[in-house]
């Protein structure tokens, strides 16, 4: 399976005959979907063996039944009256009901029919038109107005969804109506990347909020009182709780001390991060089993470590007892502090809680991060997005970009692939110079739990961004497994290039940079001349900058001392851009022709030859270095 898929499986896919099966093919290669049949014969000489394909008896109708609990995704090729009657009986809340998305019986169009946000059928509609090459048909409101969906506006930041009329928030938004939006707490990347045109009034008071009659968005670590507007409350998880007990203290007795502090402050437990304590107590049952009943992460921290943190109230009879004057508040303030320069505030001090009747007791302190736990394994996507034009790029590059929390690249790359962007993701666009500075954030990102595409033009493993990225992960003691890291391959320059004079490239070539930024010119005129002379076509990349244009001169100068000046050269520049231009010529005349950043320069071998316009190195088929007795070279 794909790894764009798996947030979507388990995927049922259903196919009626054999015509809805050729279509369904591509995307069950690459999803690991099950496809449901209620015939084997249907499948006979179409579907690969690899490929999980089930026979249902009976009808689909009550096939569908079954199968509609555990699966979270549907994709059918199906009419689409047909796909309503069949789940119609099925379907019982949006926020718990599947995604369901349908393709027409000629693949040309892929619907969104069902839980387009909360399920996320518009996310596998984009997934699967992309794969198939077909058009996406979405309907939400939100997707007219390219605006995230606000049920699921918190889910790349690891935010939980509190209470909420979340359906007249969504038809408020729908209508065009003004939308209050109150965030005290939380990643605000979501609000630099809005449509200029957005319904939303930031900065409102929470005081106000609490008494206006205006549809409000309440982003959180604070609880919301009832009130007439719709409202939808996330809460980003920036509260760690530090704890401190003794040996013994049961769950319950936790749990109620905790409880107990967030209403007291009007906190909410949705907005809890994780709980932090003394290594000592890290075998403690009764704080494990609060963490497992919570989903919550438990961080300890040595006597050591935090006896160096400064707390508002510490103690002598604990220092004596554990080596350190504070635990719950110390341990709270160290767990809430990121990786990056950023402060962190014990926003309730210890408190000590006994529940009558119970033993133990519980010392409670809440300390608030600027960042949000997000609880997601990031992701790093390495895009390489070919020459340019959309047609050029693979499916799966397209899916990746899609489906990203996160899409960092150059700016004029980010322009190229402008319409596979999806409403709601963050987009920055970061100068040529600075990608060092683009492989740092994405890391940074991909660290903290988001999904990052990394776009380069080309293929991002040739002189793109892929090598760079994981020097920085090296540097970063990364473990190879988190974040995540997957390549997509891209059509390179040179392949892009060589496809739009011919067949340069039929025989042994390499690729050479003349930028002398991060190479030393003396290693790159070094591979030049021993290129050169093993007879090798060769892509010359980055051959002439406004400040650099020598390098190019050096080079012909080089190839005409092991080859002829006849020599075919191609200039390539902007391929498949709208500002293509081609140039057929020959070594000893390549100067003539415009070169810039922009261009591939494609030079031939002894054996290379242009005919009737076009660029051909033979392989050798009709005897090696064979050629025609009156060539055009």
């Known amino acids: 399976m794909s790894s764009l898929f798996q947030s979507f499986a388990p995927i049922a896919a259903i196919a009626t005959n054999p015509t809805a099966v050729r279509i369904l093919q591509p995307f069950l290669q690459q999803s690991g979907a099950t496809l449901w049949v209620p015939d084997a014969a249907i499948v006979d000489g179409i579907v690969d063996s690899s490929l999980a394909v089930q026979v249902y008896a009976g009808s689909l109708k009550e096939h569908l039944a079954t199968l509609w609990e555990n699966h979270t995704s ?3 090729c199906l009419a689409t009256g047909a796909v309503v009657r069949l789940i119609a009986p099925l379907l019982n809340n949006k926020a718990t009901d599947p995604a369901v998305v349908v ?8 619907v969104s029919l069902c839980g387009g946000h909360q399920a996320g059928a518009d996310q596998l509609t984009r997934l699967v038109a992309l794969t198939l090459e077909a058009t996406p048909v979405l309907t939400g409101a939100a997707n007219r107005a390219n605006l995230p969906g606000i049920d699921v506006l918190g889910e790349p930041f690891g935010w939980r969804k509190g209470n909420g009329d979340w359906t007249q928030l969504s038809a408020a938004i729908a209508q065009q109506q003004l939308v209050h939006v109150v965030q005290t707490a939380g990643s605000t990347l979501w609000q630099a990347h809005l449509p200029a045109e957005h319904p939303f009034l930031f900065n409102t008071a929470p005081a106000m909020a609490e008494t ?16 007439a507007a719709p409202v939808g409350c996330w809460h980003p998880r920036v509260l760690w709780v530090g704890i401190g007990c003794e040996r013994g203290t049961p769950a319950s007795v936790i749990a109620s001390g905790i409880q107990t502090v967030f209403q007291q402050h009007q906190l909410a437990m949705a907005a809890i991060a994780g709980i932090a304590t003394i290594d000592l107590k890290a075998d403690e049952v009764g704080l494990l089993e609060v963490c497992q009943q919570y989903n919550l992460p438990l961080r300890c921290f040595t006597a050591e470590s935090l006896q160096n943190v400064a707390v508002p109230t ?19 303030l160290l767990a809430s502090q990121p990786p990056a320069n950023e402060t962190s505030q014990l926003i309730v001090p210890k408190t000590i809680f006994r529940a009558e009747g119970q033993p133990g007791a519980v010392t409670i302190a809440i300390a608030q991060a600027q960042q949000e736990y997000t609880d997601r394994t990031g992701k790093l996507w390495l895009v390489g997005i070919g020459p340019g034009a959309l047609d050029q790029i693979t499916p799966a590059a397209k899916g990746a970009i899609a489906q990203a929390d996160v899409v960092i690249g150059y700016s004029l790359y980010v322009d190229l692939i402008r319409p596979l962007l999806r ?3 963050i987009i ?17 990102l991909a660290n903290w739990g988001l999904t990052v595409a990394v776009i380069s033009s080309g293929d991002c493993g040739i002189y793109g961004m892929a090598g760079l990225v994981l020097e920085q992960l090296q540097t970063h003691e990364w473990d190879g497994q988190t974040p995540e ?3 997509f391959p891209g059509i390179t320059a040179l392949q892009a290039a060589a496809s739009r004079v011919g067949a340069p490239l039929m025989h042994d070539f390499c690729a050479i940079s003349l930028s002398d930024l991060l190479t030393p010119w003396p290693v790159i005129e070094q591979r030049l001349q021993a290129v050169a002379q093993a007879d090798f076509v060769v892509a010359l990349y980055n051959p002439k900058s406004q400040n650099r244009t020598e390098q190019i001169a050096i080079a012909q100068q080089i190839f005409l001392q092991h080859r002829s000046p006849n020599t075919p050269v191609a200039i390539v520049r902007s391929v498949y851009r709208p500002d293509q231009a081609i140039n057929l010529t020959t070594l000893a005349e390549m100067l003539q022709q415009p070169i810039d950043m922009l261009t591939t320069v494609l030079i031939g071998n002894q054996s290379s030859r242009t005919y009737a316009g076009w660029f051909l190195t033979p392989r050798g088929y009709l005897g090696f270095g064979d050629r025609p007795k009156t060539s055009a070279n």
């Open 74 to 76: 549907f994709v059918f």
């Open 103 to 110: 393709l027409d019986e000629t693949g040309k169009f892929v």
């Open 212 to 227: 206006a009659n205006t549809p409000t968005v309440w982003i959180s670590e604070k609880v919301l009182s009832d009130r």
């Open 314 to 332: 510490p103690s002598a009879i604990v220092a004596a007892e554990v080596g350190t004057p504070s635990v719950a508040e110390a341990a709270a």
């Open 423 to 425: 409403p709601g993701q």
């Open 428 to 444: 920055e666009a970061l100068p040529i110079t600075q990608e060092r500075q683009r492989a740092e954030r994405a890391i940074a």
């Open 485 to 487: 890291v997957q390549v």
